[in-house]
Each structure stands twice: as structure tokens, then as C-alpha cells.
């Protein structure tokens, strides 16, 4: 069963952010594969949210984006929430 992600405004601040920061340092193609990562962790979390590793917080889990990006996220019976990307 899939269930609902949120972004937090945090999160959704910080992926904006991210995305301006790659797109200046490494043009548009590299911040679209960015996202495009991004979307395909968060189908992976919406499907099968305890994959990716648990963090020392209690529902809090880390999912890789890219090697200088992680994804923190909340896992809740009812849907998940995205809360920092960074």
C-alpha cells in the first residue's frame, strides 16, 4: 500500500535551495537529474518506508539522495512526512 509523503516547509525550503545551488554550480541537466533522483527515493519511501536506514531519533530514517544529500523523513501509519533534506 502506498501511502501520502509531506514535505515540511523546512524540507521544501532546502530542496529549493539545493536545486539553485546544483543548477549555479553544475547546470540545469545536473539539477534535473536531482530531482529526478529525489522523486525516485520518495516513490521508494511511499512504497516501502522502513528501506532506507533508521536514524538514533525513533521514526526518523535517512535515505541517500547523492553523496553530498540526504533525505530525513518521518514514517506514520497514516502517511510520511519529508523533514530536511541536506
Known sequence: MSLAVAWTPEAQETFDDTIIQIESKWGTRSAEKFVR???KIIG?????????KSSYTTNIRQAIVSKQT???YEVHSSH???????
Not at 80 to 86: A, C, D, K, P, T
Open 37 to 39: 533522483e529525489t522523486n
Open 44 to 52: 521508494m519511501i511511499q512504497s516501502q518506508p522502513y528501506l532506507f
Open 70 to 72: 540526504s533525505m530525513f
Open 80 to 86: 510520511h512526512n519529508i523533514v530536511f533534506l541536506g
